[in-house]
């Protein structure tokens, strides 16, 4: 899979994973100035959905931790256990910055965090940084 924000003139999709509709419609906002499409999901649970029916190819998951259904670990566990969606970058976006849970969001799979709140050159930044990591 190619990180390129448009790869054939299909730009890539990044999934947007909060149970607050406002703060995925205020992540949209940014991740679609950037160049990318979205995928929103409500819960853990519809981010597996979404994964499961393969009608999208997610590029980057944006994912909150703390959600309904399914917590953003439980998705990372179930992501690492599938070999189809395990090597998908996972950026975790939350309130919760303890050094534990960006230490247990790291041990699950994830390939960076971000703590709420932020802003959109945070975002960017931390997107391109997850994207397109230095050698």
């Known amino acids: 899979m190619s990180y390129e924000k448009v790869e054939g003139g299909v730009k890539m999709k990044i999934m947007i994973a909060d149970d607050s509709r406002v703060m995925r419609n205020i992540i949209d906002r940014i991740v679609t100035s950037l160049g990318y499409d979205t995928i ?10 979404i994964l499961q029916k393969g009608e999208e190819e997610v590029g980057l998951i944006l994912l909150d931790w703390n959600m309904p259904e399914w917590s953003g670990y439980q998705v990372l566990k179930a992501m690492k256990g599938n070999n189809d969606y395990r090597k998908i970058p996972v950026l975790i976006v939350s309130t919760d910055s303890e050094d534990d849970k960006t230490a247990m969001a790291a041990d699950a799979g994830a390939w960076g965090y ?20 230095k050698s």
């Open 40 to 49: 929103h999901a409500g819960n853990g649970h519809e981010v597996i959905e």
């Open 114 to 133: 971000l703590s709420k709140p932020f802003t959109a050159e945070d975002l960017a930044a931390k997107i391109q940084e997850v994207l397109n990591p």
